[in-house]
């Protein structure tokens, strides 16, 4: 029997269920992305899906709105795919454990993917509707979007005539988007040489209990990466205990995600362990105070482990010494919109292989020229520690349009279903809006989503009620666009 089956809107988690039931993590879209062709196909309706797995899918006007301007519906189908330590599902292979209080819907143990899966299933509801009066629709569901935009940055628009776009991928119910970030990912590399042991004693640490998080969303709670703060960690411990030698060190799978976790290795002189094993028991306590707030699960430990060899001293030293310059976090608050971060960046994934240190940084903001200067500051870090770097997945932000005529009926929408005013802001994150606004010019663009807390993590979850009132939000405003048809 289907998890979500008592739940309402009934069509909405019946197609979220099916989403759910094959696995579509960034990189991994192929099966998803050809369910939704089948979803076409059995509801008759004009599709194309491309070589990278975006797919578009028409739906005529409802009788009588045949000349109403058309309306693109708008989501993307890959998820960002994390687990439990104790999970052994694959999520390559295998969909999700679906459960639900009837309140909220999550996962078990892994992340539930309502980022960006509910867009999708809203949007597929809307299109199997029969009643609904709307204008022509134009359903756009891209892949990568989790991994830099990368399927809309791949989608050819040219068969797109739609000129207003409602954008399903907001987290927040009752907050219309209006502008985002645009953002860049730096990979970063640092050489460095490796040399046998010499006595040295060798040693593990462990840095976690962190919340993580979405990088453009929660960056501005003062969530610890565990990649930066274990740069810290080691930069202090050599400070501390001269002689000190990195081995290895790695966290994170994703740019734009706050590393939660992060592990190392590294060589002591011997008889200096015990005073290596004190300052891991002291910096603990330290990170407790720091964090209390915010990351009050952080724990930073140490066991003793076998190690083959490691860097040299001079590498070592220069890797962190570099390691502790490079910026993290909120670099510039927005003064247009107050409470909103203009810039930052997330060190998000970092490993160590044979040839030195690999770490990727994704940097956000709403001003190009700020962000152009956060990467000219890494550029000028990463060179000082004679390394390197290579950029990717540049994508524009998204420029708040102050005569907006779709921002105000989606207000009007809004406030008819909930009987309530929205509220208007900008994010930090990234969204699609801006390569669309880009690629179609005129396009006016609004996004908006149900209520969707700690995406990205294995504590996502789903509010069941506000997914309802946002569908009905999402009919109301298509029936009142259907009616410049008549």
Same mark, same amino acid.
């Given at each position: 029997?289907?998890?979500?089956?008592?739940?309402?809107?009934?069509?909405?988690?019946?197609? =979220?269920?099916?989403?759910?039931?094959?696995? @579509?993590?960034?990189?991994?879209?192929?099966?998803?992305?050809?369910?939704?062709?089948?979803?076409?196909?059995?509801?008759?309706?004009?599709?194309?899906?491309?070589?990278?797995?975006?797919?578009? $899918?028409?739906?005529?006007?409802?009788?009588?709105?045949?000349?109403?301007?058309?309306?693109?519906?708008?989501?993307? $189908?890959?998820?960002?795919?994390?687990?439990?330590?104790?999970?052994?599902?694959?999520?390559?292979?295998?969909?999700?454990?679906?459960?639900?209080?009837?309140?909220? %819907?999550?996962?078990?143990?892994? +992340?539930?993917?309502?980022?960006?899966?509910?867009?999708?299933?809203?949007?597929?509801?809307?299109?199997?509707?029969?009643?609904?009066?709307?204008?022509?629709?134009?359903?756009?569901?891209?892949?990568?979007?989790?991994?830099?935009?990368?399927?809309?940055?791949?989608?050819?628009?040219?068969?797109?005539?739609?000129?207003?776009?409602?954008?399903?991928?907001?987290?927040?119910?009752?907050?219309?988007?209006?502008?985002?970030?645009?953002? %860049?990912?730096?990979?970063?590399?640092?050489?460095?040489?490796?040399?046998?042991?010499?006595?040295?004693?060798?040693?593990?640490?462990?840095?976690?209990?962190?919340?993580?998080? @979405? +990088?453009?969303?929660?960056?501005?709670?003062?969530?610890?990466?565990?990649?930066?703060?274990?740069?810290?960690?080691?930069?202090?411990?050599?400070?501390?205990?001269?002689?000190?030698?990195?081995?290895?060190?790695?966290?994170?799978?994703?740019?734009?995600?706050?590393?939660?976790?992060?592990?190392?290795?590294?060589?002591?002189?011997?008889?200096?362990?015990?005073?290596?094993?004190?300052?891991?028991?002291?910096?603990?306590?330290?990170?407790?105070?720091?964090?209390?707030?915010?990351?009050?699960?952080?724990?930073?430990?140490?066991?003793?482990?076998?190690?083959?060899?490691?860097?040299?001293?001079?590498?070592?030293?220069?890797?962190?010494?570099?390691?502790?310059?490079?910026?993290?976090?909120?670099?510039?608050?927005?003064?247009? =919109?107050?409470?909103? %971060?203009?810039?930052?960046?997330?060190?998000?994934?970092?490993?160590?292989?044979?040839?030195?240190?690999? =770490?990727?940084?994704?940097?956000?903001?709403?001003?190009?020229?700020?962000?152009?200067?956060?990467?000219?500051?890494?550029?000028?870090?990463?060179?000082?520690?004679?390394?390197?770097?290579?950029?990717?997945?540049?994508?524009?932000?998204?420029?708040?349009?102050?005569? +907006?005529?779709?921002?105000?009926?989606?207000?009007?929408?809004?406030?008819?279903?909930?009987?309530?005013?929205?509220?208007?802001?900008?994010? @930090?994150?990234?969204?699609?809006?801006?390569?669309?606004?880009?690629?179609?010019?005129?396009?006016?663009?609004?996004?908006?989503?149900?209520?969707? @807390?700690?995406?990205? +993590?294995?504590?996502?979850?789903?509010? %069941?009620?506000?997914?309802?009132?946002?569908?009905?939000?999402?009919?109301?405003?298509?029936?009142?666009?259907?009616?410049?048809?008549?």
């Amino acid at each position: 029997m289907a998890v979500l089956s008592g739940l309402e809107p009934k069509a909405v988690f019946g197609y =979220f269920e099916k989403l759910c039931a094959v696995p @579509h993590g960034s990189g991994n879209t192929k099966q998803i992305s050809d369910l939704c062709v089948g979803f076409a196909k059995e509801l008759g309706l004009r599709w194309r899906q491309d070589e990278v797995n975006n797919v578009v $899918i028409w739906k005529d006007a409802s009788p009588g709105c045949e000349d109403a301007p058309p309306v693109i519906l708008q989501g993307h $189908i890959d998820m960002v795919c994390v687990k439990t330590e104790d999970c052994a599902k694959d999520m390559a292979k295998e969909g999700l454990d679906l459960r639900t209080d009837g309140e909220w %819907v999550w996962a078990d143990k892994t +992340s539930l993917g309502g980022d960006n899966g509910i867009a999708v299933a809203m949007i597929l509801a809307i299109l199997a509707d029969g009643g609904l009066p709307h204008p022509p629709l134009e359903a756009v569901f891209t892949v990568d979007e989790e991994v830099g935009l990368e399927g809309a940055f791949a989608l050819d628009c040219s068969d797109l005539k739609g000129r207003k776009l409602v954008n399903l991928d907001s987290e927040e119910e009752g907050v219309f988007t209006v502008s985002c970030a645009g953002g %860049v990912r730096v990979d970063c590399f640092l050489p460095g040489k490796r040399a046998p042991l010499n006595g040295e004693a060798g040693y593990k640490i462990s840095l976690e209990g962190l919340l993580g998080g @979405h +990088s453009g969303g929660e960056i501005h709670k003062g969530r610890a990466s565990a990649n930066q703060v274990m740069g810290r960690v080691l930069y202090s411990a050599m400070e501390r205990v001269p002689g000190l030698r990195l081995a290895d060190v790695r966290g994170g799978r994703f740019d734009n995600v706050i590393c939660s976790r992060n592990q190392a290795k590294a060589a002591v002189p011997a008889d200096r362990a015990g005073e290596f094993e004190a300052f891991i028991r002291e910096f603990d306590a330290a990170l407790k105070n720091e964090y209390a707030g915010c990351d009050g699960g952080v724990t930073l430990t140490c066991e003793k482990t076998a190690l083959e060899g490691a860097l040299t001293p001079e590498a070592t030293a220069n890797m962190l010494r570099t390691l502790l310059a490079v910026p993290q976090g909120v670099q510039a608050m927005n003064v247009d =919109f107050p409470g909103l %971060v203009q810039t930052s960046l997330n060190m998000g994934v970092m490993e160590m292989k044979e040839d030195g240190l690999y =770490f990727g940084i994704s940097v956000r903001s709403c001003i190009a020229t700020q962000k152009d200067m956060m990467v000219q500051r890494l550029k000028a870090i990463l060179e000082l520690g004679g390394g390197s770097f290579t950029l990717r997945g540049n994508y524009p932000g998204w420029q708040y349009d102050r005569n +907006s005529a779709l921002r105000e009926e989606v207000l009007g929408a809004y406030k008819s279903v909930c009987g309530k005013q929205g509220t208007i802001e900008a994010t @930090h994150g990234g969204l699609e809006c801006g390569l669309f606004v880009e690629k179609l010019p005129g396009l006016d663009a609004v996004s908006f989503g149900p209520e969707l @807390h700690d995406v990205h +993590s294995v504590k996502e979850r789903l509010n %069941v009620a506000s997914t309802q009132r946002v569908y009905e939000v999402t009919r109301e405003l298509l029936r009142r666009e259907s009616a410049a048809g008549k």
